[in-house]
Structure formats: C-alpha cells, structure tokens
C-alpha cells in the first residue's frame, strides 16, 4: 500500500509541474504499480496460511483468517491501480470526474453488491470483500480506460502547464 501512496504522489508532482511531454510517465506508473502490487498480491496468497499465525493462535480463526487474505491479496492489484490512476486525474486536473467514477463504484456497485452478497445471501465476510472487490474493478476500468483510451494527452498537458505558469 505504501507503494502505491509513493507513486500517486510521484505521479500528480510529475504532471502538475512537468505536464507537457512527459505524459508517458504516467503509462510507467501504472506498469510499475501493476508490477509491485502483483508481488504483494502474490506473496500475501503465498503466505497467506502464516500470516495469522502472527496474530492467533486459534486453529479455526487462522483458518478463517488465510481465507480471507486468500480472497483480499487479489485486491491488492486493483487497489495500486486505483491509487495511480486517483494521481493521472489530479495530474490532468480531473479531480471532478475521478470523483464522480469512485462515488459510483462505490456507492452503486461495491456497496449494495457487498451488503446483498454477505447479508443477504448470508454467504460470511468473504463475500462482503468479493462485493467490495467488485466495485473496485468497476473502478479500476473506469478510471484506466478514461486515460488509456479516451484522452488525446494534449489538453491535459496544456491544461497542467497553464495551471503551474500562474
């Protein structure tokens, strides 16, 4: 996670004050982010049966406890993405609309679909996670194809030297 933290901020510095040509930069953050959170990721589905073995000493609460952290490592993932990409946003000045894409994942997608799979349904806390994983990767899509796909780059580095010229 500190990971992650460490590249949002390097990401919106970098765009806000440097902006025009170097918008590749962001591209490498997300490969780098990608990289480090899917070691994370793997290493806490490796370590998954010690890891509570840190903190209980309960054979069934460590068995809940590794399955858990069996379906949160991969959340990792979606999670650096999501703190990247929080950063591209800033960087171009899109504050509004990153603001708009987590509301949505959140609130309409994760939510209800956490509450209705671990309450409803009665499935446990696993699924509660699978809920909120699922908004997560609303999000994550989201917030990766807008920059990907949809922006020409020009505006936004435009938009970036303008902002700091003042």
Not at 8 to 23: F, H
Not at 72 to 96: S, Y
Not at 99 to 121: E, K, R, S
């Amino acid at each position: 996670m500190a990971f992650e933290r460490v590249a949002l901020y390097q990401v919106v510095v970098w765009l806000e004050y440097e902006g025009s040509s170097r918008t590749w930069v962001s591209t490498v953050f997300l490969l780098l982010t990608l990289a480090i959170s899917s070691m994370i990721s793997v290493t806490l589905y490796l370590l998954r049966g010690e890891i509570p073995k840190l903190f209980l000493d309960d054979a069934e609460g460590i068995s809940r406890a590794a399955g858990m952290l069996a379906v949160w490592a991969p959340l990792e993932v979606l999670d650096g993405l999501n703190a990247v990409t929080q950063g591209i946003f800033r960087g171009a000045g899109k504050q509004k609309v990153a603001a708009t894409v987590n509301a949505v994942a959140y609130y309409v997608y994760a939510i209800p679909t956490a509450g209705l799979l671990g309450f409803h349904f009665f499935l446990g806390v696993e699924w509660l996670w699978i809920g909120f994983g699922f908004g997560m990767f609303v999000n994550a899509s989201l917030q990766l194809y807008m920059p990907l796909e949809r922006w020409t780059w020009v505006k936004p580095a435009r938009e970036a030297q303008k902002r700091t010229a003042e």
